[in-house]
């Protein structure tokens, strides 16, 4: 189930008999490939030790609000900023009343409230209390949020009462779990993705680079898979695994990756270049290691193609979004771009010690030709969705506006 592969899962466990099948949760959860973290409420641990889950998810398991360890760092927002989703497995009616109603009282409650990714909660509790008006209105009040409720299922339950109340198994919630990461906005689209850097040869052990990490070119390709698309990445040297993507090709200069993708590009209804492609190439390669000899050496390089211009400038081009780097000027330089190469979008990102290069979060700015759209810092996975769902709408209103 490669849909989970390399997501952050938080995996609340609240009070209740049913936290102990959370215990083969978290093992079913990282046997697909996620990277899962627990936050036990009080009530949770008089039924599973939280030494269990830690055990299981090999990470610490969090339980207080208020911890001397994390809260320095304001560990509640962070673990919030962290996870791709929240899972709430088995659910009580005491938590599901509490959320409904925005409390924030203990740790999992605050993250709930302090997260912006989706939240699924599995209930558990007795039928009579499932059947009970207050809890059913407070679901309703729940999926309002568009908050996901998977089960309850019925059956016998611990108490002897056989009746609606049951949590779903965990083999079904882990499928309605994957199911969350495929939207499916893009179902029918061909994306064609760059990424990572590219290299030039000075002579057989030397080269010119730069210091892309390839991770957001890769978070992005992933992100489009998941959305439905069709997905081809063509990577510079990097060491990643290209996640959901089944057609990946490998290319180290600037002049390979262009021939890669104009050899694709007629059949492509997106192009999303994230590459950082090398603006230049030495001129002359040495066929042998250049010795050192003088204090100084000078190097004579030559304009590569430019290939994002290329895609952009063709007579039936792709929609077409470009990446930019920068150090200062972020708006100017990045709206100049947009329009010099004419592209549909552009994806604009402040490079600095702390952002940007090499990185696990980044903020981006994003614009088109009639607005813009800034994204906040956060992991380059879910800015890839984010980015992914704003060149959706974008290419989805192109299109519509062609056929009228």
Not at 77 to 98: C, G, Q, T, V, Y
Request: aromatic share 6%; glycine share 6%; net charge neutral.
């Amino acid at each position: 189930m490669h849909k989970l592969i390399g997501k952050r899962i938080v995996l609340g466990v609240t009070g209740g008999i049913s936290a102990y099948k959370a215990a083969f949760l978290v093992r079913l959860l990282r046997k697909n490939g996620a990277n899962v973290r627990v936050v036990m409420t009080q009530s949770a641990t008089k039924f599973v030790t939280p030494l269990t889950f830690q055990a299981l998810s090999a990470k610490p398991v969090h339980t207080e609000l208020l911890d001397l360890n994390t809260e320095t760092a304001m560990g509640h927002i962070e673990l919030a900023k962290w996870a791709d989703l929240i899972l709430i497995a088995p659910a009580s009616a005491n938590f599901i009343a509490r959320y409904a109603n925005g409390f924030a009282e203990d740790l999992l409650s605050t993250l709930c409230l302090a997260t912006d990714s989706p939240v699924i909660i599995a209930p558990a509790m007795n039928q009579q209390m499932w059947r009970n008006q207050a809890t059913q209105e407070n679901l309703e009040r729940i999926n309002a949020r568009g908050i996901t409720v998977v089960g309850p299922t019925a059956g016998i339950q611990a108490c002897g009462d056989d009746g609606p109340g049951r949590m779903l198994e965990p083999e079904e919630i882990v499928v309605h779990t994957a199911n969350i990461f495929q939207t499916n906005i893009l179902t029918g689209s061909r994306l064609l993705v760059t990424a990572g850097p590219t290299r030039e040869a000075i002579d057989p052990v030397r080269f010119l680079s730069n210091r892309s990490s390839g991770r957001m070119g890769y978070a992005v390709a992933t992100a489009a898979a998941e959305a439905g698309a069709d997905v081809t990445l063509i990577s510079g040297p990097v060491d990643l695994a290209a996640i959901g993507i089944e057609k990946v090709i490998h290319v180290t200069s600037a002049e390979e990756m262009q021939e890669s993708v104009m050899q694709r590009i007629n059949n492509i209804d997106i192009f999303i270049s994230a590459a950082a492609v090398a603006d230049y190439r030495v001129q002359k390669i040495s066929e042998q290691k250049i010795k050192k000899s003088d204090d100084t050496f000078e190097l004579i390089m030559q304009k590569n193609p430019d290939i994002l211009a290329e895609v952009s400038a063709l007579y039936d081009a792709p929609f077409t979004v470009g990446f930019a780097a920068e150090t200062e000027n972020l708006e100017l330089n990045a709206q100049t771009k947009l329009h010099l190469k004419n592209l549909d979008m552009i994806a604009a990102n402040q490079v600095d010690k702390k952002l940007g290069i090499d990185c696990d979060e980044n903020a981006l700015t994003i614009f088109w030709k009639t607005g813009c759209e800034k994204l906040p810092l956060a992991p380059k996975n879910k800015l890839a969705r984010s980015l992914i769902k704003l060149i959706a709408l974008q290419y989805n209103e192109k299109n519509s506006n062609k056929t009228h």
